[in-house]
C-alpha cells in the first residue's frame, strides 16, 4: 500500500450535469463543453469567474487541447488538465482536481467532458487512436472495439464457463434502469429474449452487447466540503481513489483490470469493506467488463462472475444495483463522456436527485473507469468511492 499520502477527506463533488445524449450532430466538440459549462454555471448559481480550476476530456477537439478551450469559453483557471483517457477520465479528473483543490492550487475545478457524433466522426476517429490498433488489426479487416471486445469475450467465456445468457442479465438490468432515466437515449423494453436473438456483430458479440456512440457532454465540480456548504450545494465526498495504468501486460488477452492490484487500497482509504457499497456503477463498453469489475473490485472471485450475475438483481431496486442510470449500454457513450457518465449517476444517487431509479437509503457508491483500447485490452484503470453527505 502506498505510504504517506494524504487521505481525501474534506473533498466534495457536486452540480452533476448532462448535456442530452443525440445520435448525431453536426455542432463540434466544442459546443458540448460549452453547453456543459453553461449548464454548471446555470445549477451552481456559480460566475464564470469563480472557476479557477478545469479538466477536459474529449477525443473530438483536435488539434485544440484543453487550453484552447479556455479561450474558446472566456475562462482564467489556475490551474488545468487535459485527459483524453476515454472511460477513465472521469475518476482521472476527480483524483487530480480532489488534490489540487486540497493543496489550494484551486478552490473550485469544473470537470468537463464531451465529443460529438458525425455521421463519419466515429470513424475517423478509430483510424488514428493508436498504433496498436492501426498496425495488429486494423490491415486484417478487424477494425474498431466490436472485433477487440469479442476477442475478451471469447477468451472469457472458454475460460470460465460464461454463456452469453450471463452477459444478458447485465444488458437487460440497465435497460431497466435506463426506463427510468430521462436522460437516456434507449427507452424501449428489453428482455433477454431480445437479447440473445438480436444478431450477431463479431462473434460472440450481438447488438445488445454494444455501446451506441453519440454526442453529448457531462461536467461536474470539486470543491472543499467547506465551499460547497457555504454554497448550499447538495455533495457528496470523495472516500478513497484509486488508478493504474498497463496492469497485468503479461496476460496474453486481457483477463484481469488494474482495480485488482488496488482494490485493498481503495477499501482502506474509505475504512469499509466490498459489502459496504450500496451500489456500483461500472464502465461497461461491453457486459463482459462489467463483470470484469465485479471479479476485480472484490466482490466475488476471478471466474465467478456468471455465477455471481445469476444470482443476484442488478437493478436500482436489487440486492447489488449496478449502473443505476441504464450505463452506457442503454444511455448511449458520448465518447470520452462516457467516462463521467457513472460519476454523475453517483452524484445523482448520492443527493437525492435519481428521481424514480433511486436506490433507498443509498450511503456509499463505487464508480469505476476503464478506457484506451488496444489491441487486446484496456490501459486505464480507475475507480471511486463516494459518500453521501
Known amino acids: 500500500m502506498p505510504s504517506r499520502r494524504q487521505s481525501y477527506e474534506g473533498v466534495a463533488v457536486a452540480v452533476p450535469v448532462t448535456v442530452p445524449y443525440r445520435r448525431y450532430s453536426t455542432r463540434g466538440a466544442h459546443w458540448f463543453l460549452g ?196 454554497l448550499a450545494l447538495p455533495h457528496a465526498t470523495l472516500r478513497g481513489a484509486i488508478e493504474r495504468h498497463n496492469a497485468f501486460s503479461d496476460d496474453p488477452v486481457m483477463e484481469r483490470g488494474g482495480w485488482r492490484v488496488d482494490r485493498d487500497d481503495l477499501y482502506a482509504q474509505a475504512g469499509v469493506a466490498p459489502g459496504a457499497i450500496d451500489f456500483i456503477q461500472t464502465y461497461d463498453d461491453y457486459p463482459v467488463i462489467v463483470m470484469l469489475q465485479f471479479e476485480d473490485l472484490g466482490f466475488c472471485d476471478k471466474g465467478e462472475g456468471p455465477e455471481f450475475v445469476r444470482s443476484r438483481d442488478l437493478t436500482y431496486a436489487g440486492d447489488f444495483p449496478n449502473n443505476t442510470g441504464g450505463g452506457q449500454l442503454s444511455a448511449g457513450q458520448a465518447g470520452a463522456a462516457g467516462g463521467f457518465i457513472g460519476m454523475n449517476e453517483a452524484l445523482r444517487q448520492l443527493t437525492g436527485q435519481a428521481g424514480e431509479r433511486q436506490v433507498a437509503d443509498a450511503e456509499l457508491g463505487l464508480v469505476c473507469g476503464f478506457g484506451m483500447v488496444t489491441y487486446d485490452r484496456c490501459l486505464c484503470t480507475g475507480a471511486a468511492i463516494l459518500g453521501r453527505s
Open 35 to 230: 453547453q456543459s459549462l453553461r449548464r454548471l454555471l446555470d445549477e451552481s448559481g456559480l460566475d464564470k469567474a469563480q472557476i479557477d480550476g478545469l479538466t477536459v476530456s474529449s477525443f473530438s477537439l483536435g488539434p485544440d487541447t484543453a487550453v484552447g478551450i479556455t479561450q474558446h469559453l472566456g475562462l482564467s483557471p489556475r490551474w488545468l488538465d487535459y485527459l483524453p483517457n476515454g472511460g477513465a477520465s472521469g475518476v482521472m479528473a476527480l483524483r487530480r482536481a480532489a488534490r489540487a483543490v486540497q493543496a489550494g492550487d484551486a478552490d473550485i475545478v469544473a470537470c468537463v467532458a464531451a465529443d460529438t457524433n458525425h455521421v463519419d466522426s466515429f470513424r475517423q476517429m478509430l483510424g488514428g487512436f493508436s498504433y496498436f490498433a492501426r498496425d495488429a488489426s486494423y490491415p486484417y479487416g478487424a477494425g474498431g472495439p466490436n472485433s477487440i471486445f469479442a476477442l475478451v469475450t471469447a477468451n472469457y467465456m472458454r475460460r470460465y464457463g460464461a454463456r452469453r445468457d450471463d452477459f444478458g442479465r447485465i444488458a437487460v438490468s440497465q435497460r431497466i434502469n435506463a426506463m427510468k432515466n430521462p436522460l437516456a437515449l434507449f427507452k424501449q423494453a428489453l428482455s433477454l429474449d431480445d437479447y440473445m436473438a438480436a444478431r450477431a456483430i463479431s462473434d460472440p458479440i450481438h447488438l445488445f452487447d454494444c455501446v451506441m456512440p453519440c454526442a453529448g457532454g457531462e461536467a461536474f465540480l470539486v470543491m472543499s466540503e467547506q465551499r460547497a456548504r457555504e
